[in-house]
Every structure is written in C-alpha cells, then in structure tokens.
C-alpha cells in the first residue's frame, strides 16, 4: 500500500541541525509532489516547503528560507528536509505529506508521514 | 500570505448530532483550492475533503464540505463517537500553503 514512513525522534542542541527521512513505497516516486509541514506542542499545522521528486525542484515558506533544506533521492525513494541552526521554537513534529493526483502541485496533502518529534534542548 | 481563521474555536456537542465547522479566507480562493483535515491526538493529520467538496478516499459520507471564494463549511451530519478530533482547513492555491488555526470537536 501507498505509505510514507519517517525517521525516528531526534534531541538536538540549539545551533544544530537536524536532518529527516522520508521513505516512499507503494507508488511512483518521482510521480507525486511531497511537501513537509511542522507541528509545535499543542499548536497548528505549519507549511514548511515542497519537492518535485521528478527534478529536485524545492519552493519554502519564507519564514524558513535559508534555514531548511529539501532534497530527495530516487534510488532509495526518499525525501529528506534538513534544518539548521536550531532554536527551542523549532521543537515541533515533522511530517512529510504527499499529493493526491500525479504531477499535480496545487494538490491536498493526501497521504501523510507518520511524524518525527525533534526536541531542540540544551 | 492568505489567512484562514476558523470558527468556532471549540464546539462542544453529543454524538447524532449535526456539526458545522467554518473556514473563512482573508483572499479568494480560487478553483476552490481548499481542504479539510482532521486530526487525533497523537496521530498525523488525515485528508477528509478536497478541492472544498470532494470527499477524499475512505471518507465516510456524513462528512461534506460547501463553499467558495472566501467562506467554506465542513459539516458532520451525524457525529460518530470516533468524529471528535481537531479540524484544520488549508488553502493549496498559493505559497504558504496556510492552515486554519483549528476548531477542536468535543463530547457534550
């Protein structure tokens, strides 16, 4: 079945970076956009970027431009999303989602990760 | 940026009966790029409706959505005892892709 799987909890100290997996199967990879998005403790859901798998093509939210980093690799039909220089307010968990219709970026996020809880924390 | 403020905040009923849940965009959306999700604790969010009408798959049909331009609805005809959760609306039409703050559902 269709399924996105993440990389486990992370504890990172401030100024750190930290690096999550996204692993795809059950579908074409490179066919579907994937786009990551970030809950803080009790909070909303917050959009943090997208990747074409197809080209490596990334767009982020401004708020993380020059902090976050999505990549992919096909051969293993994962996508990654590194953010650097951590803060406390970066606590959160991060999900990978992926689109519905294939080759679509204006899509609803219709398959979702599981979620990887980053704790930033001296 | 588009923002979408969600009403109300927290809504407190009992299981049969009728939910509605507002979404209202600070901009039009346009080809109705608007979705709803729902979300348990301790669990990712899951895709309920799409394109603000189309039920995505699996989704029990007491679960509809209406609206376009600015204001949106999310209804539950009849609220199962699994249906109290938290509820995000998002817009897909443009860069940041924005989330509602949520409306939580709880039992009366």
């Known amino acids: 079945q269709v399924q996105l799987v993440q990389s486990g909890a992370e504890v990172k100290k401030p100024g750190a970076s930290v690096k999550v997996s996204c692993k795809a199967s059950g579908y074409t990879f490179i066919g579907y956009f994937i786009y990551w998005v970030r809950q803080a403790p009790g909070q909303g859901l917050e959009w943090m970027g997208w990747i074409n798998p197809a080209n490596g093509d990334t767009n982020y939210a401004q708020k993380f431009q020059g902090r976050v980093t999505v990549t992919r690799d096909t051969s293993i039909t994962t996508a990654y999303m590194e953010l650097s220089g951590l803060r406390s307010d970066d606590t959160a968990v991060y999900y990978c989602?992926?689109?519905?219709?294939?080759?679509?970026?204006?899509?609803?996020?219709?398959?979702w990760g599981q979620g990887t809880m980053v704790t930033v924390s001296s | 940026e588009i923002v979408l403020t969600q009403s109300p905040g927290t809504l407190s009923l009992s299981p049969g009966e009728r939910a509605t849940l507002s979404c209202r965009a600070s901009?039009?959306?346009?080809?109705?790029?608007l979705a709803w999700y729902q979300q348990k604790p301790g669990q990712a969010p899951r895709l309920l409706i799409y394109?603000?009408?189309s039920r995505a798959t699996g989704i029990p049909d007491r679960f509809s959505g209406s609206g376009s331009g600015t204001d949106f609805t999310l209804t539950i005809s009849r609220l199962e005892p699994e249906d109290f959760a938290v509820y995000y609306c998002q817009q897909y039409e443009s860069s940041p892709r924005t989330f509602g703050q949520g409306t939580k559902l709880e039992i009366k």
């Open positions: 989602a992926r689109a519905g219709t294939i080759s679509v970026l204006l899509d609803a996020f219709h398959i």
């Open positions: 394109a603000a009408s």
């Open positions: 901009q039009s959306v346009s080809s109705s790029y």
